[in-house]
């Protein structure tokens, strides 16, 4: 398989563990990892995980499929879902991106599980904004990450504010108001 055809296109993603993830990738040459990751070995940027080719057992292009979810098989997958356990963190990365559909999904994954994430919400901002935050040097990407508040309310109202879509602006908007919900 040649990683660098699907540059910028929505893939289907198998993981030699048999994981699935689906969305737009973004085309890593060997080069570039080794001088910023320090493994040579071409790979696909998926936000926001990086998938070597020895770690991927098979790539499906999803850009001729039009369904129910545009080229996606469903609303929201695994990739979302991922980032809602890693917390805060990895959910901005995904509200940073220029992709509306990743963003939407997030927003329709957050809302689904939203009981979830107010089981583990932690009220204001996370510590390492104030400085005051000491990394865990373990660096557990299974462990279950923080979701603050705070900072997800601000992520949201920066959506409503700046992005251009509307279903992104309504989901956001609709999260605030169950963020608002949880808070009183």
Request: charged share 30%.
């Amino acid at each position: 398989m040649r990683l660098k055809d699907f540059d910028e296109k929505c893939v289907r993603i198998t993981t030699a563990a048999g994981e699935v993830y689906e969305g737009v990738v973004s085309y890593c040459s060997e080069e570039y990892n080794c001088h910023e990751y320090g493994r040579r070995q071409e790979a696909l940027y998926l936000l926001p995980i990086l998938f070597y080719k020895d770690d991927i057992s098979d790539i499906t292009s999803l850009e001729d499929v039009k369904g129910a979810f545009g080229h996606y098989s469903e609303k929201y997958g695994l990739l979302e879902k991922m980032c809602l356990h890693w917390g805060t963190d990895m959910i901005e990365e995904v509200f940073e991106s220029d992709d509306d559909d990743q963003k939407l999904r997030m927003l329709i994954c957050i809302s689904d599980n939203f009981q979830l994430l107010s089981d583990r919400a932690v009220s204001g901002m996370a510590p390492w904004r104030s400085g005051s935050f000491t990394p865990d040097p373990e660096g557990d990407e299974n462990k279950q990450g923080s979701i603050y508040l705070g900072e997800l309310e601000e992520m949201l109202n920066s959506l409503v504010r700046h992005s251009a879509s509307k279903e992104v602006v309504e989901e956001a908007k609709c999260l605030l108001a169950q963020l608002a919900d949880l808070s009183s």
